[in-house]
Nanobody
Framework: QVQLVESGGGLVQPGGSLRLSCAAS????????MGWFRQAPGKEREFVAG????????DYADSVKGRFTISRDNAKNTVYLQMSALQPADTAVYSC??????????????????WGQGTQVTVSS
């Protein structure tokens, strides 16, 4: 059983930055691909970014490319999401997830096996 705990969310003005963290426990973190998803009120869960077990492969949703960066520190069992140039449309609950099985795609929530509770990000002036 893998446990995931997100942190780093909050209220930020448009154009601002935040860094989210996701700490994992209960499994071999360095073996897992990881993903970040978000869900805004009244909308479906949306893929944001994914990273392979080594950090060598990453993928991003078109809406965040060039603004968000996913990274990981396997020594700390933690994955990060650095967010910059934030916009009101980025307001959502952000959740990290573990993908144990191999997949050629990153953006399907059903491919992920464990999820954190999420952290709220609100972009507003």
């Amino acid at each position: 059983q893998v446990q995931l705990v997100e942190s780093g969310g909050g209220l930020v003005q448009p154009g601002g930055s935040l860094r989210l963290s996701c700490a994992a426990s209960g499994g071999t973190f360095s073996s897992f691909a990881m993903g970040w998803f978000r869900q805004a009120p009244g909308k479906e869960r949306e893929f944001v970014a994914g990273i392979s077990w080594s950090g060598g492969n990453t993928d991003y949703a078109d809406s965040v490319k060039g603004r968000f960066t996913i990274s990981r520190d396997n020594a700390k069992n933690t994955v990060y999401l650095q967010m910059s140039a934030l916009q009101p449309a980025d307001t959502a609950v952000y959740s990290c997830a573990v993908r144990i099985r191999f997949s050629y795609t990153w953006n399907r929530p059903g491919d992920y096996d464990y999820w954190g509770q999420g952290t709220q990000v609100t972009v507003s002036s």
